[in-house]
């Protein structure tokens, strides 16, 4: 049995302000460090902003990010990579705008020493999808591994057979992230699909809700039942619980940033008990 199971959170933490406006990562990793959260999976989906500085003067924006690493002792292990709504219904050009985000949020990932970085399939059948993600590794010079996302709606990858038979279509460069949440919604048996993906889960976005809609929700505070779905995680799986819970406190004011914090850490000691 694995009993290597850590905890991280991912960079949107506290990213939503009551204003509406979105706080940078740059912005948020200290304050995430000064209060204790060392161990980060860095949201690239900032690059979707059109006036982000990410987007625009990306290399100096990573020298940024690896000086805080050093600086402040940190460990980043995943990266989340920009995703379109629909790549389908996109444009030619478009399609090449997002699969240059893409690609480019790989090469920034693996610049920082990132392991993997999670991709949202497209809203397509499994074969569709394999050619999508042949293509994109194809064009890729690096050696970081893609994490291939389960989805929630009805038109999108989103069980385990299906995650499965596209990350072994793909072969080692290829891996799955369980969105425990994006499950819950499809009414999925979450320890049965850890099981399901055994050694092809290299990822986690851990989340809570309440069956119905992506609330991403701190553990506990939705209707999955964590004593069962950690242990099915200490059987199979040897990484990091990676907390996706920006939504849960976005209408709480910036002063209680660090009491969020704090509460994420003491709800991600709380699943390493279970």
């Keep these: 049995m694995n009993t290597g199971l850590r905890t991280a959170s ?19 990793i200290p304050e995430y460090a000064e209060h204790g959260l060392k161990t980060l999976d860095l949201n690239f989906c900032e690059m979707m902003n059109p006036t982000s500085e990410l ?4 290399d100096g924006y990573i020298e940024r990010l690896l000086r805080l690493k050093e600086d402040l002792g940190l460990g980043y292990i995943q990266a989340h990579a920009p995703y379109p709504r629909d790549y389908k219904g996109l444009s030619s050009a478009d399609k090449r705008l997002s699969d240059n985000e893409i690609l480019l949020s790989m090469r920034y990932a693996e610049a920082l020493g990132i ?24 064009r890729y010079e690096g050696n970081i591994r893609i994490a291939i996302e389960n989805m929630e709606g009805d038109d999108e990858i989103g069980s385990a057979d299906e995650l499965c038979e596209i990350a072994d279509g793909l072969g080692e460069r290829a891996g799955i992230c369980l969105d425990t949440g994006h499950a819950n919604i499809r009414g999925e048996d979450i320890p049965s ?14 989340a809570d809700n309440d069956g119905k809609s992506d609330q991403h929700l701190l553990p506990g505070f939705g ?3 964590w004593e069962e779905v950690i242990p099915a995680f200490r059987e199979c799986y040897d990484g990091y619980l990676t907390l996706e819970c920006m939504f849960f406190s976005r209408n709480l004011p910036r002063r209680l940033s660090g009491e969020i914090i ?3 850490l003491s709800v991600n000691d709380w699943l390493l008990s279970l």
């Design 55 to 58: 987007r625009d003067h990306g």
């Design 115 to 138: 392991p993997h970085i999670v991709i949202h399939p497209i809203k397509g059948d499994v074969k569709e999808n394999i050619a999508y993600f042949s293509s994109l590794l194809d």
């Design 223 to 225: 209707n999955i039942r």
């Design 10 to 28: 991912n960079t949107n933490l506290v990213s939503f302000l009551r204003t509406g406006e979105k706080r940078t990562m740059l912005s948020l």
């Design 193 to 206: 699909f850890v099981r399901r993906c055994g050694g092809r889960l290299i990822g986690t976005h851990i």
């Design 262 to 264: 704090s509460l994420a």
